[in-house]
């Protein structure tokens, strides 16, 4: 997330278990993985967590809250959705 978000001060996790990146906060890291369950009981894919329902990405500030990282500033550009 450091990357992607600038939220963190570092681009190494806070539990030093890989990168300080949106898919190790957000998929894959395991200090956090009783947490994602616990806001994610289903499968997610990281594409929702960071681009889905409002639900989603309020969960996603949830793990971000709960984890204790601070946004600085966010310069992301989001993907534009396909029209149906």
């Given amino acids: 997330m450091y990357s992607e978000l600038k939220i963190g001060e ?3 996790c806070q539990y030093r278990q890989g990168p300080q990146s949106a898919e190790h ?18 499968p997610t894919t990281l594409t929702e967590k960071l681009y889905g329902t409002t639900r989603d990405l309020t969960q996603t500030a949830e793990i971000a809250k709960a984890t204790g990282l601070q946004m600085s ?3 992301v550009t989001r993907t534009p959705r396909r029209r149906r």
């Fill in 10 to 12: 570092t681009p190494i």
């Fill in 73 to 75: 500033r966010a310069n």
């Fill in 25 to 42: 906060i957000l998929q894959t890291c395991p200090n956090l993985a009783s947490l994602r369950l616990l806001l994610w009981p289903e």
